[in-house]
């Protein structure tokens, strides 16, 4: 029961820090090179325990992100969870990629998430930059690879399960 | 911890039912009134995420507080004091301007204006997306501070507060995509909308006549119409003014005055006593 608690909070915490991420203020001329924190931190719990974190999960960090974001409600929810989907589909093929080839992949799936929030903005009146869709997915692919040995470090370190 | 329970809906089916929930949801936040409340309570909900964010800007400042050389501050206070002296004579003159006009204004059977009272609040965070111009301030429903009221720097006109909670809110800038100010010209009264681009250094003017007069370096002021923001502060400076006899409109773009993407500091006028009231 220990070992669940402890993992929660990993959770959590990652979670809280993913979202504090988001909003951290940039300088203007890197805004477009912002890498998804939150999606990545997501995919990743998704990734490692699919029959904890699914898409029930990654509408409600969506929805909470948007609102956090103040930007149009529910947007980041319906990347997320289009993403999520994805992600489950493709589990095992992502599983057994090696850690560059997830890179491709993962940007692939920051890219859908992204090219729906910027729907969801659009159709709220927000103009649209496809620049900025693909930067930030590329950089995501960047960061990938951190997330995914830094988390993975940090649990075998803890020796958390999940 | 089980979050999720594997058996129930399918993926597909959760992500066609989650999907539609999230578009309603945008719709409604958007088009109709019913979430209003939520909105003013998610800025309490969300304001620690803000304040987290923000630690480093304020040890920064801290620190540059603390270390900042003797020789350096002796400098920037006689640098203010003189400001001072001359924003006093600045004002010595507005005195007798405003009695002046108050005089003239009772000539001609017109309400006077009231001076606006005004309240400092300090810049908290902002929103990350480059396209959504909002960003967060450390007042709230508490000091006064109601919804559409109109947000300064020390240059001009910032935006209005569009969600307000007990201790924060949220300002809309004039620069947002979904957002437009009546202004109108110093120079000869002409009156516009300046709509917001999403880029923090432009505003475009809707529907300027292709003979209408309006050059480059004219300023655009407030004009209280639509009744939203005061009268009379200043709002941009036309920049280009494109005339192109096959287009319907001339296209006239401006720079906002006010520091939108520097300003720490900001001003709430209080102009008028909160809606409803």
């Not at chain 2, 516009?192 to 880029?199: D, K, L, P």
């Not at chain 2, 709002?235 to 192109?244: F, K, Q």
Request: glycine share 6%; with cysteine.
């Amino acid at each position: 029961m220990s070992k669940s608690t402890v993992s929660s909070s990993f959770v959590f915490i990652s979670l809280f820090f993913s979202l504090v991420l988001a909003i951290f203020p940039w300088p203007s001329f890197l805004q477009i090179c912002r890498p998804e924190i939150v999606c990545l931190v997501v995919f990743y719990w998704v990734f490692v325990s699919p029959t904890h974190f699914g898409i029930t999960f990654g509408f409600s960090i969506g929805l909470l992100q948007s609102v956090i974001e103040a930007g149009v409600w529910g947007a980041h929810a319906l990347g997320l969870i289009v993403a999520i989907y994805l992600l489950e589909r493709f589990r095992k093929r992502v599983m057994n990629a090696s850690l560059w080839e997830q890179s491709v992949l993962i940007t692939i799936f920051v890219f859908v998430h992204q090219v729906l929030v910027a729907w969801m903005s659009y159709l709220f009146a927000y103009p649209v930059s496809f620049l900025v869709v693909l930067c930030t997915s590329i950089f995501s692919g960047f960061f990938w690879p951190v997330i995914f040995i830094g988390f993975n470090w940090v649990r075998r370190t803890y020796q958390i399960s999940h | 911890m089980k979050l999720l329970f594997r058996r129930g809906p399918s993926n597909t089916v959760r992500v066609f039912l989650l999907g539609i929930c999230a578009i309603s949801i945008a719709f409604i936040a958007k088009y109709t009134p019913w979430f209003d409340i939520l909105k003013q309570h998610s800025v309490d909900v969300i304001a620690p995420f803000y304040m987290v964010a923000d630690i480093p800007v304020k040890v920064k400042g801290w620190t540059e507080s603390r270390t900042m050389p003797r020789a350096k501050l002796i400098q920037e206070n006689s640098a203010l004091r003189s400001e001072v002296l001359v924003l006093r004579r600045k004002l010595q003159r507005e005195a007798s301007l405003t009695a002046e006009n108050f005089r003239l204004r009772q000539l001609l059977n017109s309400s006077d204006r009231v001076t606006d009272r005004v309240l400092i609040a300090e810049l908290i965070g902002l929103s990350p997306d480059p396209m959504i111009h909002k960003v967060m301030i450390n007042r709230g429903s508490d000091d006064g501070v109601y919804q559409g009221q109109a947000v300064l720097d020390a240059f001009g006109l910032m935006g209005q507060v569009v969600e307000v909670s007990a201790h924060y809110a949220f300002v809309l800038l004039i620069t947002d995509a979904t957002h437009a100010i009546p202004v109108q010209i110093t120079r000869n009264g002409s009156r516009f909308v300046a709509e917001g681009t999403g880029n923090l250094f432009e505003l475009n003017l809707r529907h300027v006549a292709n003979t209408q007069d309006i050059k480059q370096g004219d300023l655009l002021v407030s004009s209280g119409l639509g009744q939203r923001f005061p009268v009379g502060y200043p709002v941009a400076e036309v920049t280009s003014v494109v005339i192109d006899p096959a287009k319907r409109f001339a296209q006239v773009s401006a720079k906002p005055k006010a520091e939108l993407n520097q300003s720490r500091h900001v001003l709430l006028v209080f102009d008028r006593p909160p809606v409803g009231e």
